[in-house]
């Protein structure tokens, strides 16, 4: 079985940053992408940032510039740095990954909520 923690979330005024981190453990042979997600109040859960094996990267346009997504596949962790936030950021952030274990799957973690006040 695989498990993915979310850690780094909370309260931050706007302009200021947080870096959210995401670590994979259990019967891991290679983890494929991954990726960073958010889910605002009411709204579709929607994709942050993702990152390839070979570190190839993408953003949603909205955090481009401020975001940055990386990885370190020695400890299985995928971390998201937040700069400039905005109220608009304010969601439950989710990681997923494609882990190749006993089988190929993706999982996904139980997310982290970010908060800044307007």
């Known amino acids: 079985q695989v498990q993915l923690v979310e850690s780094g979330g909370g309260l931050v005024q706007a302009g200021g940053s947080l870096r959210l981190s995401c670590a994979a453990s259990?019967?891991?042979?290679?983890?494929?992408?991954l990726g960073w997600y958010r889910q605002a109040p009411g709204k579709q859960r929607e994709l942050v940032a993702g990152?390839?094996?070979?570190?190839?990267?993408n953003y949603a346009d909205s955090v481009k510039g401020r975001f940055t997504i990386s990885r370190d596949n020695a400890k299985n962790t995928a971390y998201l740095q937040m700069n400039s936030l905005k109220p608009e950021d304010t969601a439950v952030y989710y990681c997923?990954?494609?882990?190749?274990?006993?089988?190929?799957?993706?999982?996904w973690g139980q997310g982290t909520q970010v908060t800044v006040p307007s």
């Open positions: 990152i390839t094996t070979g570190g190839s990267r």
């Open positions: 259990g019967r891991i042979f290679r983890i494929n992408a």
């Open positions: 997923a990954a494609e882990v190749v274990g006993d089988t190929t799957k993706t999982y």
